[in-house]
């Protein structure tokens, strides 16, 4: 019984510093995450639901140099949802990108969807 409230206070923790660390991120790369969040929007708009791999292929062809920090698509995606842009989906994909290793993507939906395009 104790390690059940002593769990639910790690997740709290866990959380909380989750929070500061998106804040710290989001602080350094201000104006980077002020350039991609409208390429998010842009996504939301198009798509009924994507991964931040659909982000990161408009940032590449919009040649946006990526921060240091890779932590920084979290923040923007993150940002995205407190905006009501999107909302995310019990689902995971596997990334198409290399230096993602095959990783689960989470996928988003949409709340700006305009056109036929399912991801």
Not at 44 to 62: G, H, L, P
């Amino acid at each position: 019984m104790k390690r059940s409230s002593g769990s639910r206070w790690n997740k709290r923790i866990a959380e909380d510093l989750k929070q500061i660390a998106l804040r710290q991120v989001a602080g350094k790369h201000f104006e980077w995450i002020e350039t991609v969040l409208p390429l998010v929007a842009d996504c939301a708009r198009d798509y009924k639901s994507f991964t931040s791999d659909e982000v990161f292929k408009r940032i590449v062809a919009a040649k946006i140099e990526m921060p240091d920090e890779p932590r920084a698509m979290g923040a923007v995606m993150r940002l995205a949802r407190s905006a009501g842009w999107i909302e995310p989906a019990d689902m995971f994909v596997v990334s198409d990108r290399v230096s993602n290793h095959r990783r689960p993507m989470r996928v988003w939906k949409s709340r700006l969807y305009r056109n036929a395009q399912v991801y």
